[in-house]
Antibody
């Protein structure tokens, strides 16, 4: 059974940093691209970043470029999101998702999500 | 950005057929996918590539369309289908529609 378990969320002040982790199990982690998708309270879904299966390629939405870094450790089957210079608009539930490359890319398994609140 | 437009809400009776639409601001070919999200839960993939049913998803769900106009159909609707449905395109990065909240009468 595919499982994705996020951790590392919490309350953080604007301008500070936070690092999210996502522990994967039930599939060969190193064979799949992975992504972070967020959802602000009572809002829709917003893609944040994607990393290729081997970590050699990364992609970000414009609003987080230069502030967020996606990475992975295939030996530990773990995905990360380093978030720096956090802003109030980054407040959201962050989901880790497995990404399939067919048809340009979609997300076939999602974690339960972790809440990040940016507030003073 | 490719903007996806969905109607905000629908209300149907169990046993009926419901169609949920998603219109893209530019052609996305068949790079359209559908998700179901119930309150307090993570999204669940239903349809990928506009019309391909994800493994394990009931055959009551189907998808159609290409280019800019897409439809998710549930037939027949069951009480458990109460949820918000999101479309997502993958032709130009990745964007999601704002979601259609499906309620049962």
């Amino acid at each position: 059974e595919v499982q994705l378990v996020e951790s590392g969320g919490g309350l953080v002040q604007p301008g500070r940093s936070l690092k999210l982790s996502c522990a994967a199990s039930g599939f060969t982690f190193s064979n799949y691209g992975m992504a972070w998708v967020r959802q602000a309270p009572t809002k829709g879904l917003e893609w944040v970043a994607t990393i290729s299966y081997d970590g050699s390629s990364t992609y970000y939405r414009d609003s987080v470029k230069g502030r967020f870094t996606i990475s992975r450790d295939n030996a530990k089957s773990t995905l990360y999101l380093q978030m720096d210079s956090l802003r109030s608009e980054d407040t959201a539930t962050y989901y880790c998702a497995r990404q399939r490359a067919l048809y340009g890319g979609y997300f076939d398994y999602w974690g339960q999500g972790v809440m990040v609140t940016v507030s003073s | 950005d490719t903007v996806l437009t969905q109607s905000p809400a629908l209300a149907v009776s169990p046993g009926e057929r419901v169609t949920i639409s998603c219109r893209a601001s530019e052609s996305v070919s068949t790079g359209m996918h559908w998700y179901q999200q119930k309150p307090g839960q993570q999204p669940k993939l239903l349809i990928y590539g506009a019309s391909n049913l994800e493994s394990g998803v009931p055959a009551r769900f189907s998808g159609s369309g290409s280019g800019t106009d897409f439809t998710l159909t549930i037939d027949p609707v069951e009480a458990d289908d109460t949820a918000t449905y999101f479309c997502q395109q993958s032709w130009n990065e990745y964007t999601f529609g704002a979601g259609t909240k499906l309620e049962l009468k």
